[in-house]
Structure formats: C-alpha cells, structure tokens
Nanobody, 125 residues
Framework: VQLQASGGGLAQRGETLRLSCAAS????????MGWYRQAPGKQRELVAKMTRDGNTNYADSVKERFTISRENTKNTVYLHMANLKPEDTAVYYC????????????????????WGQGTQVTVSS
C-alpha cells in the first residue's frame, strides 16, 4: 500500500492550507486514516485521525482550527488547516491502516499500516 500526500507549503499566521493523501494498492478496506507531524527536534505526534465510520480524534493544540475528512470511495484523507500558527510548522505525515486483499490461488487478506512520504508545512509570523 502506498500513500501519496500533497498540499502544504508556506503560509503566514492566520492563513489556511489543505493537505490531501491518497492510498493505493491492493486495498480491501481502510480502517483509520490520519495525520501526524514532526517538528525539528521533537517527536512525531498525532494531529488528527478518523475512523471509517467518521469518528475523529484531534490533538488539543489543533482543535477548533483543523478539520479532518475522508472520502472512503477514493481512499483519500484530507486535513483542512485554518488559523495557522508558527508552532504548526512541521513535516506532516499521513497514515492509514486496514486490510489488503490479494487474489492468488486462494484469496489472502492481510493487515497493513502505511505512511506517506511527508509534506512540509511552514508558517511564518
């Protein structure tokens, strides 16, 4: 399974950016999709994640500013980031886990978890 992220870039304080991430491969179903970020010198942290049923979980630092959404038919997750702050500067990674399906002599189902390549978000003051 491969995850391809897009979006991000440069923004000023208070501006808005949108990230997208599409999963591809022999995917039977995706359970959770989400976004993590890692700032220089810091550990990777959860930003937001969403279950297939639409349940969400946000980091306290982004609540009321960021919104996660997904299109299950496209295996795609989005992160709408509003009112950006300099402390949001980081490399953002998308994440997905679920089940793959391979059609061989017998159909094989295997769990997977995958990460995107990371996309830089830089917010200036």
């Amino acid at each position: 399974v491969q995850l391809q992220a897009s979006g991000g870039g440069l923004a000023q304080r208070g501006e808005t950016l949108r990230l997208s991430c599409a999963a591809s491969g022999n995917i039977a179903t995706i359970a959770d999709m989400g976004w993590y970020r890692q700032a220089p010198g810091k550990q990777r942290e959860l930003v937001a994640k969403m279950t297939r049923d639409g349940n969400t979980n946000y980091a306290d630092s982004v609540k009321e500013r960021f919104t996660i959404s997904r299109e299950n038919t496209k295996n795609t997750v989005y992160l709408h980031m509003a009112n950006l702050k300099p402390e949001d500067t980081a490399v953002y990674y998308c994440y997905a886990d679920g089940i793959t399906m391979k059609l061989e002599a017998t159909t094989r189902f295997e769990p997977f978890d995958a990460w995107g390549q990371g996309t830089q978000v830089t917010v200036s003051s």
